[in-house]
């Protein structure tokens, strides 16, 4: 008899299900799965959300696994389109079936997040001091190199917990794309990439993981997407740029570093944008990308994919600075267009 | 004499303490694991929680409608996919098996049974998730079935042997032969538990996280049909507790709440309807 | 058991069709047919064995050919440089697991010890029945609590505790970061404890009482008839216990990857962030990236696999060479 009660129960449940998922419209639903980066991920479900509402027969899916799972998934066609911070080289497109394009969408900051109890100011970071921090080569938080650089902070006498990524990141991308710009011996060691043998440090899954973990573990030191030290309310450190000034990752210095990026986008829309020239660009930043396969066979995917992205690149970039992301360059937006007509 | 029979009293008493308070200890962490589990759990339940769809990031509120009912789905197609091949393989065990062809049903049961179940995972992946090209429902049901085989193998044969031969030999007696013997006595002899060990491996199963990972995927919305991604509690817990946003860390605690609810209310009705059903055959 | 009263009629027939009729003919008695059709459900468990060895053998061949046996030894795992070994992940599994066991060995047959032989029955049954109810939590809820509870828990003040009494010992220097190879081994202690207990309870109570009375009768106390009579009686099967609690162990993913901090290296101290199999699978496996790195990590399932295979072998001979000491079974 109980066991009765409870079949009829589950047996509701998914038809209330079913029920609940065509809404009574004529049209149905269709769906739309995507996977990959977190770091663009808390303005990506806002726009999914917000489209959904517009239409509310189409259903996007995000899934953030990390860049490396979006590329992964999207090489073996588990996924519609994927989301990458990292834009595929040449070699990684050769193995793909698909032609593939990138479509860019925002831009994002990667920051240094670290919680140091009793430590109240915003710390400076020489590109020096973090990628000797990330080699393993500086350990105590009261090392020389950050302490020239932040003068009058009580640095403590204590380890850095280096905490970075354990699954496979566009966000470690940025990260170390930028290490081995500033760093040589970083990038003879360890190179750069969704996800590399680090030297030290404890892995955290996802942007949310390493937050998390920052969060929780006193003395640590991270690198997050900015909003997630927003989010979070953790404190993050100012970072020198190529011309020697400490930025803050702000809006309007993230802007700065894509200011030249267009022109050279006309020619190969990935472009790096780490440590760019400029006296106010913030040195650790990048676009994020919708890795968008050249050819969809079913029509009403292509369409509606197509329109979401034109919807993105206009509507859509009004939601980003809410959440401390940048838009889009207009000049950048433009050669976007162009591209959309590639989607056959 | 006193002097040796005094200390191994006292060795008695030591070690009564000793194993008393591993006892204890063992009891009372675990209780008070469930207790907070409980409290918190309960804390950040709410009807919302149990009939909206998850929100987008940062936002407050949403819940974990979806998954509930993905789990219910998950579980369904792992019933209709397990359950009666571990019937049957229990039943050819129990009562019509050869001797070399049991050996190896029994030992490949068990080595099926020690399969990890991230391993599993990988196996529906590379024979369902990759020909069909994507995630699914189905992919994810199958592999909880699956796993949950062996236990209804184990559990089947189990409790068709501990029914007594007297009643199959009876039917023998009247004339039955050997196959409507065991349909129409020895199983229905059997069939609470034989009922109660299926819904206990489908409680076992339905915390699976690991073999979901990459075969259903999740959804943020609801999952129409078999071959679509599809969301679960367990991966929903998984993939909210290590966020940062405060507003997921207490939906993963209420849905880790509801999760152990119903996966303690199936073995606590288990426990009943088996010590009913010996009570009644000692009545 | 249904007699043939028909005769058999001879005909002219081909040859080549008589295995089959005889085949068919037996066919029709319904015995038969629920002997096939159960087979074949139970042959198909075998069948669905065979293909998860074989899928796990064929999506493994890039580094079994590439790196060979040194992908067992290798310590490197480096997706950058494609160099992959499994050793910080076997090492990282094996000792999780061995602190678990450590843990949950002496809580769990004490336990049993306790609530088996010196309980009183009402409390024996009630307490085994809570017990039980724990053996069937979901590992992601353990894993929730392992990271709310255990590594707060760790960090301040279990940890410095340890290192400042233990500390002259490598297992306990370091630094202390709260996740790592004490925190997975303790939540997995915690996880494994209930089956430990309650199958050994069991064990312990289906000795008969005649053996318990015989100790007694020659002037044993309860502990000394409990440890020398009944316990060795009881060996087999709370040896079987603790395996199976191993083979849970060893498995664990959820659990493990929330707390183990997830890095590949090996270290002697307990504090150490780690990693284990299961837990590189989870986390590495939607985003390998390139053939070498997916199949790396396959070939990391198929490790467990045989790991797993080779410690129940292990087990079931244990079990039966104590049976066969004389234990009276």
């Known amino acids: 008899m109980p066991l009765a009660v409870l079949v009829l129960v589950c047996l509701s449940m998914i038809s209330c299900s079913h029920n609940a998922s065509n809404e009574g419209q004529a049209g149905h639903i269709t769906l739309i799965n995507i996977a990959g980066a977190t770091f663009p991920y808390p303005i990506y479900s806002k726009w999914f959300d917000v489209y959904h509402q517009l239409h509310p027969t189409i259903e996007i899916n995000y899934q953030s696994i990390g860049s490396g799972g979006g590329i992964e998934q999207l090489r073996a066609g588990t996924v519609d389109f994927g989301a990458s911070d990292m834009p595929l080289n040449d070699q990684l497109l050769s193995t793909f079936k698909v032609k593939i394009l990138h479509f860019p969408t925002v831009l994002g900051a990667v920051v240094p997040t670290y919680n140091l109890p009793g430590v109240t100011e915003a710390l400076k970071f020489t590109p020096q001091a973090l990628a000797g921090i990330y080699l393993g080569k500086i350990t105590q938080w009261n090392d020389e190199a950050l302490a020239r650089a932040n003068a009058g902070v009580k640095l403590p006498d204590q380890k850095i917990i280096v905490v970075h990524r354990s699954d496979g990141s566009g966000t470690t991308f940025v990260w170390t794309d930028y290490l081995s710009k500033v760093s040589p011996d970083w990038k003879t060691q360890v ?106 066979p079913d029509t009403v995917k292509r369409d509606t994919i197509k329109d979401f992205l034109h919807w993105m690149m206009t509507d859509g970039q009004k939601y980003t600075e809410a959440l401390s992301y940048a838009p889009l360059p207009k000049a950048v937006v433009d050669i976007e267009m162009k591209q959309l007509a590639e989607i056959q | 004499m006193r002097y040796r029979a005094g200390w191994r009293k006292t060795v008695n008493m030591l070690m009564l303490c000793v194993t008393g308070l591993c006892a204890l200890v063992t009891v009372s962490v675990l209780v008070l694991i469930l207790a907070y589990l409980a409290a918190k759990g309960w804390h950040y339940l709410s009807w919302s929680f149990l009939t909206q769809l998850p929100k987008p990031v940062g936002e407050v509120g949403g819940g974990m409608a979806n998954a509930i009912v993905g789990s219910g789905k998950l579980l369904l197609v792992a019933a209709v996919t397990g359950v009666p091949v571990g019937l049957m ?195 | 058991m249904s007699t043939f009263t028909g005769t058999i009629t001879q005909t002219a027939r081909p040859e080549g069709s008589g295995r089959a009729r005889v085949f068919l003919k037996r066919l029709r008695s319904g015995d038969e047919i629920a ?142 970061y709260g996740v790592g190879f004490l925190a997975a081994g303790l939540v997995l202690a915690i996880m494994i404890v209930p089956f430990i207990l309650s199958i050994s309870r069991e064990v312990l109570l289906a000795v008969p009482t005649e053996q318990r009375e015989a100790a007694l009768a020659v002037g044993a106390t309860r502990w000394e008839s409990t440890w020398q009579v009944v316990v060795p009686y009881a060996r087999a099967g709370i040896l079987g216990s603790i395996f199976l609690a191993l083979a849970r162990a060893l498995g664990e993913t959820m659990a493990v990857t929330m707390v183990i901090g997830n890095t590949p290296q090996i270290s002697a101290s307990l504090f150490a962030p780690g990693y284990s199999i299961a837990a590189v699978i989870a986390n590495e496996f939607t985003e390998a990236t390139g053939p070498a790195y997916l199949e790396s990590l396959i070939a990391l399932g198929l490790v467990l696999f045989i790991l797993t295979i080779i410690l129940n072998g292990l087990a079931r001979l244990l079990i039966l060479a104590t049976t066969r000491r004389g234990t009276a079974h």
């Not at chain 2, 409680?203 to 999952?223: D, I, M």
Request: some cysteine; charged content about 10%.
């Open chain 2, 89 to 283: 393989a229990g039943i050819y065990l129990a009562e019509f098996g050869g001797k070399t062809f049991s050996f190896l049903v029994r030992y490949t049961t068990d080595l099926l049974n020690g399969v990890p179940s991230i391993v599993m995972g990988i196996f529906i992946y590379t024979i369902v998730v990759l020909p069909m090209g994507h995630f699914s429902a189905l992919a994810g049901g199958l592999a909880l079935g699956v796993m949950l085989i062996p236990i209804v193998v184990r559990s089947t044969e189990e409790f068709l042997r501990a029914v007594p031969g007297t009643l199959l030999e009876g039917a023998l007696a009247l004339g039955a032969s050997r196959w409507r013997g065991v349909a129409t006595v020895v199983i229905p002899a059997a069939f609470r538990g034989i009922a109660t060990g299926v819904l206990l491996s489908l409680a076992r199963v339905a915390g699976e996280t690991a073999p979901l990972l990459f075969t259903s995927f999740s959804n943020r919305y609801w999952s129409p049909g078999w071959s679509q991604p599809i969301a679960s509690l367990p991966v929903m817990i998984y993939t909210y507790a290590i966020s940062p946003y405060r507003s997921w860390r207490q939906q993963a605690w209420a849905a880790g709440f509801v999760l152990l609810a119903l996966v303690l209310l199936v073995n606590i009705g288990a426990h009943i309807i088996l010590s009913r059903r010996y009570s009644i055959q000692r009545g």
């Open chain 3, 35 to 176: 002997h096939l059709i159960t087979l074949i459900f139970a042959l198909f468990i075998f069948l669905i064995t065979c293909l998860l060895v074989y899928e796990l053998y064929l999506h493994s061949a890039i580094p079994r050919h590439r790196f060979g046996w040194h992908f067992l030894v290798s310590r490197v795992w480096d997706p950058v440089f494609e160099q992959f070994g499994a050793l910080p992940f076997i090492y990282g599994t094996l000792v999780t697991s061995a602190l678990a066991l450590l843990i949950a060995v002496p809580l769990g047959v004490g336990g049993a010890i306790f609530l088996a032989e010196f309980a009183p029955t009402r409390i024996s049954d009630s307490l085994t029945f809570v017990v039980e109810l724990l053996a069937a939590v979901p590992s992601v809820i353990y894993g929730l609590l392992g990271i709310f509870i255990v590594i707060p828990l760790l960090r301040d003040p279990v940890d410095p505790f340890l290192k400042k009494h233990l500390g002259f010992l490598p297992l306990f220097q370091g630094p202390i």
């Open chain 1, 191 to 296: 190179g750069s990439n969704t996800a590399v043998n680090w030297p030290v440090g404890l892995g955290g899954k996802g942007n949310e993981g390493v937050s998390g973990l920052v969060e929780q573990t006193p003395y640590s030191l991270g690198y997050v997407e900015l909003i997630y030290a927003l989010q979070n309310r953790l404190p993050y450190g100012v970072v020198c740029n190529s011309s020697g000034k400490f930025i803050k990752a702000t809006l309007d210095s993230v802007t700065a570093a894509a200011a030249g990026a267009a022109e050279q986008m006309a020619n190969d829309i990935r472009v790096s944008i780490t440590n760019a020239p400029g006296r106010d660009a913030y040195p650790i930043c990048s676009f994020t990308y919708l890795l968008i396969p050249a050819q969809i």
